[in-house]
């Protein structure tokens, strides 16, 4: 990793993080592969300007199918690592703002 920019792929927008968002003031982003918690901390404090108190990484698997007639595996899609970034009472992010 050469920037804090780099860490940061893109930020997950489902309806389970618009309620981690509103109740839990939890964001979460999509991020490179071999980020760590203390990368994901300082790129986050860093680009938003905000104080972060934990930050939870998860590795989803990839969705693989099997073929019918050759029975081979198919990856249909691929697996990414995300994390779930918890801010401090009264910190938002603007990105998330029109979501809401």
Request: net charge positive; glycine share 4%.
């Amino acid at each position: 990793m050469t920037t804090i920019y780099d860490v940061l792929r893109r930020p997950l927008i489902t309806e389970k993080t618009n309620y981690q968002l509103s109740v839990l003031n939890q964001y979460v982003f999509e991020i490179s592969p071999d980020a760590t918690k203390a990368m994901v901390r300082e790129a986050v404090e860093t680009i938003f300007d905000v104080t972060v108190e934990r930050v939870n990484i998860i590795r989803t698997p990839a969705k693989r199918s099997v073929r019918a007639r050759s029975r081979r595996l198919m990856v249909r899609k691929p697996g990414i690592k995300k994390a779930i970034v918890t801010l401090a009472d009264g910190d938002s992010i603007e990105i998330f703002e029109g979501v809401q």
